[in-house]
T-cell receptor
Framework: DAGVIQSPRHEVTEMGQEVTLRCKPI?????LFWYRQTMMRGLELLIY????????DSGMPEDRFSAKMPNASFSTLKIQPSEPRDSAVYFC???????????FGPGTRLTVT | KQEVTQIPAALSVPEGENLVLNCSFT??????LQWFRQDPGKGLTSLLL?????REQTSGRLNASLDKSSGRSTLYIAASQPGDSATYLC?????????FGAGTTVTVRA
């Protein structure tokens, strides 16, 4: 398996623009997680899905953030409008079952100017 | 809320020395604990997963112990090599969610 795939790997955008990050989990994994990593706050869970359904979005920082999982092989994290403080590395991870080992993608480095 | 602490924040050792990385957590009702490695600008690589019912897990030169009752885990890396230089992250799982420590950045000097 190719592992968790994320795109783009790098994104530079201007404040106020819409940003969409994409993730393809490992085939057969039922759980998908979105994390954000910053120097100040470390790695934080934003939201996770089970069988394409959002289960816990308590980590989503603001209404500007939204996430969807239209099918088992694709998820998006959208920021609209983006702000400089959203600059971070965003990771997607998947696991076979909820409490099994999580496998991480390479991350998307987002810079908002 | 689960709080995960890693000590020390940074560590520099000569090649060949054994490494000891510490992780502590506040809520002992964990399902499992995972140690990750992160290289600069890269993603996370899972090193070891310890289930809450286990006391330790080993993989090659790596050994991780877990004392759930005291909220502690230790990662041992034997005979360190320059290639072991990276940031090591500890993460504990409660209710399907991983909580991460800030990491220990390791430098192994040749």
């Amino acid at each position: 398996d190719a592992g968790v795939i994320q795109s783009p790997r790098h994104e530079v955008t201007e404040m106020g623009q819409e940003v969409t990050l994409r993730c393809k989990p490992i085939s057969g994994h039922d759980y998908l997680f979105w994390y954000r990593q910053t120097m100040m706050r470390g790695l934080e869970l934003l939201i996770y899905f089970n069988n394409n359904v959002p289960i816990d979005d308590s980590g989503m920082p603001e209404d500007r953030f939204s996430a969807k999982m239209p099918n088992a092989s694709f998820s998006t994290l959208k920021i609209q409008p983006s702000e400089p403080r959203d600059s971070a590395v965003y990771f997607c991870a998947s696991s076979l079952l909820g409490n099994y080992e999580q496998y991480f993608g390479p991350g998307t480095r987002l810079t908002v100017t | 809320k689960q709080e995960v602490t890693q000590i020390p924040a940074a560590l520099s050792v000569p090649e060949g020395e054994n490494l000891v990385l510490n992780c502590s957590f506040t809520d002992s009702a964990i399902y499992n604990l995972q140690w990750f490695r992160q290289d600069p600008g890269k993603g996370l690589t899972s090193l070891l997963l310890i289930q809450s019912s286990q006391r330790e897990q080993t993989s090659g030169r790596l050994n991780a112990s877990l004392d759930k009752s005291s909220g502690r885990s230790t990662l041992y890396i034997a005979a360190s090599q320059p290639g072991d230089s990276a940031t090591y992250l500890c993460a504990v799982k409660n209710d399907y969610k991983l909580s991460f420590g800030a990491g220990t950045t390791v430098t192994v000097r040749a």
